[in-house]
């Protein structure tokens, strides 16, 4: 079964910090673009970052730049999403989703998502 799964969530004081990891399940990631995008309650969901395959380019919204970083290490078939400074606002579930081409292409996998939650 093609899958990706996320971990690494939590609960975490604001400025506080978290580690999201992205790995796949029957597939390779290192031959996709790899993005993730978080939805809170009554929300759409939205995108965060997203990483070519080669991890050479990379882009965040503007709500997260300066916050958190995007990485990749294909020797491990593993996607990062590096969360610091966090805000309560940073609540959502995050999801990773696979791009075949490149960031701006279409998704065709989507993780099963990973709470996050920033409260004091």
């Known amino acids: 079964q093609l899958q990706l799964v996320e971990s690494g969530g939590g609960l975490v004081q604001p400025g506080g910090s978290l580690r999201l990891s992205c790995a796949a399940s029957?597939?390779?990631?290192?031959?996709?673009?790899i993005g993730w995008f978080r939805q809170a309650p009554g929300t759409e969901r939205e995108g965060v970052s997203c990483?070519?395959?080669?991890?050479?380019?990379?882009n965040y919204a503007d709500s997260v730049k300066g916050r958190f970083t995007i990485s990749r290490d294909n020797a491990k078939h593993t996607v990062y999403l590096q969360m610091n400074s966090l805000k309560p606002e940073d609540t959502a579930v995050y999801y990773c989703a696979a791009k075949p081409m490149r960031c701006t292409g279409p998704t065709h996998y989507w993780g099963q998502g990973t709470q996050v939650t920033v409260s004091s």
């Open positions: 029957g597939f390779t990631l290192d031959y996709f673009a």
């Open positions: 990483i070519s395959r080669s991890g050479g380019s990379t």
